[in-house]
């Protein structure tokens, strides 16, 4: 018997049932809290655009809200790192694993920033680029690094500024001056080049000569390498000089900053060789389920940090799964204890909607229902790895540690899929009390093909608050 969208409807509200007592709206959480948004104009964090990131600000909030002042702090899924600057300017020692190079490149040059003892003497040195210019002053520029995704990206003019830029950053003696330097360019390259992110990949501004899609798209402004570098350079300064909570007022109560530790490389390789209950709180966002492929979207970012096209395969398929060109990841087992590994699969397998949302989209693809055929194996990974990092996290944290996760339910071929619910009922599976599911006021909407075909649907976005036993 096949089944069918009423069928999923139902245990979808047999699942919300369960959980009716957790599910709550809070109208403190913003759609700029828990985005990027809300970081644009915080000194240290604005640098950066990181758009898959939430905001200091719901990292303060969350660290209040549960009474966490003190302690270790982990990210699994570090991004930008703003889990760990956060809790770090509060004191706490962090944290952070990331394996896109471009995460973990803007996290440790924000660390040698945020623990500099002369902030004068960078200020000084940066001012001079700034009025000086010296990739000016250059004959030559480097060869830029391209990916095959990334051929193109910049009008003329910009690549030979690219390329002597850097050409003048390899002549600065100072090794972290001329990582910050990098950074700095690393900063402005979409806004100097013809693409923007889009999700699941670059999208081409049609000025290129290179677009995707049918429709033509025009990004606006493509602006001027000069102007924007300098500009990105004068942003730094003016956080460094400005008594900014970031660098120069540490946040009471321990009146010191915290440690701030970055793990490079997959969570689901990195966190089994963590110690046993040795962190007192974790907040994170993991990728969410939605087909976004990272290496692409920052693809300009890792061309030049000279990542290669055999690179960026392993990236993508390293990353836990949520994309569809994601395949079957061997020897997890060779990762986990035996005890675990048993456990998070027993969860997994039991986990009732979850396995009839598997066996309906299989049906879907059987009968070349499902618009991408990976879109199967996608879900069923990203739920299974996810249940992998669940169990081994609640190892990791101290009893009544709290888990904090930023996370948005999906849809796919009509079936609305409830990521916070099932991951909610496999974190009580391993030994986490499901506190509150905070839901926020708006949902967010579909994609346009989704309401084509199935009709509106708003769907959850939640920061779920567990707490382990």
């Known amino acids: 018997m096949s089944i069918t969208l009423d069928n999923l409807q139902e245990l979808n509200q047999k699942l919300e049932k369960r959980f009716r007592d957790k599910l709550v709206v809070n109208h403190d959480l913003k759609r700029t809290l828990v985005s990027f948004q809300a970081n644009k104009k915080t000194p240290g964090y604005r640098w950066y655009k990181f758009k898959e990131g939430y905001s200091s600000a719901l990292v303060d909030y969350a660290l209040d809200k549960l009474g966490i002042d003190s302690g270790k702090v982990l990210d699994p899924f570090a991004g930008s790192g703003t889990s760990l ?100 360019l690393l900063c402005v390259l979409e806004e100097i080049s013809f693409t923007r992110k889009d999700g699941q990949y670059l999208r081409w501004d049609h000025r290129s000569g290179r677009g995707n899609g049918k429709k033509k798209f025009d990004k606006g402004e493509i602006k001027e390498f000069n102007q924007s570098i300098t500009r990105k350079l004068k942003d730094i300064v003016d956080d460094l000089k400005g008594g900014n909570t970031l660098f120069n007022i540490v946040k009471e109560p321990r009146g010191k900053t915290g440690n701030i530790d970055v793990l490079k490389g997959s969570c689901l390789s990195i966190l089994p060789e963590l110690e046993s209950g040795g962190f007192d709180f974790l907040m994170t966002s993991p990728p969410y389920c939605n087909r976004y492929d990272y290496t692409r979207t920052y693809a300009l970012e890792l061309a030049l940090l000279d990542v290669d096209e055999e690179k960026i395969r392993d990236l993508r398929q390293a990353m836990m799964t949520c994309t569809v060109e994601n395949r079957e990841k061997e020897n997890l ?3 986990f204890s035996k005890e675990i590994f048993q456990k998070a699969n027993k969860s997994f397998e039991n986990q009732q909607e979850l396995q009839t949302i598997i066996k309906y989209l299989e049906e879907k693809k059987n009968s070349k229902e499902l618009n991408n055929p990976g879109i199967l194996r996608m879900v069923k990974n990203y739920f299974y790895e996810t249940t992998l990092v669940i169990f081994e996290c609640a190892r990791i944290l101290k009893s009544g540690a709290p888990f904090v996760m930023v996370n948005d339910n999906v849809r796919y071929a009509g079936a609305n899929i409830p990521v916070d619910l099932i991951l909610s009922d496999i974190a009580q599976d391993a030994g986490f009390n499901v506190e509150k599911i905070w839901v926020l006021p708006t949902g967010k909407g579909n994609s346009s093909q989704q309401m084509g075909e199935h009709g509106r649907e708003e769907l959850r976005k939640c920061v779920y608050v567990w707490r382990k036993l």
């Not at 000016?136 to 690094?145: C, H, M, P």
């Open 85 to 184: 600057f956060a809790s770090a300017e509060r004191g706490l020692d962090t944290v952070g694993v990331e394996l896109l190079p471009i995460g973990s490149e803007i996290m440790e040059v924000r660390k040698i920033i945020f623990e500099s003892n002369n902030h004068d003497k960078l200020t000084k040195f940066l001012l001079e680029w700034i009025d000086e210019k010296p990739w000016e002053k250059e004959k030559g520029g480097r060869i830029i690094n391209h990916l095959k995704i990334t051929n193109g990206a910049f009008p003329k003019a910009t690549e030979d500024l690219l390329g002597k830029f850097l050409n003048a950053i390899d002549k600065v003696k100072n090794k972290n001056y001329r990582r910050i330097l990098r950074f700095a």
């Open 333 to 335: 087992d060779s990762f």
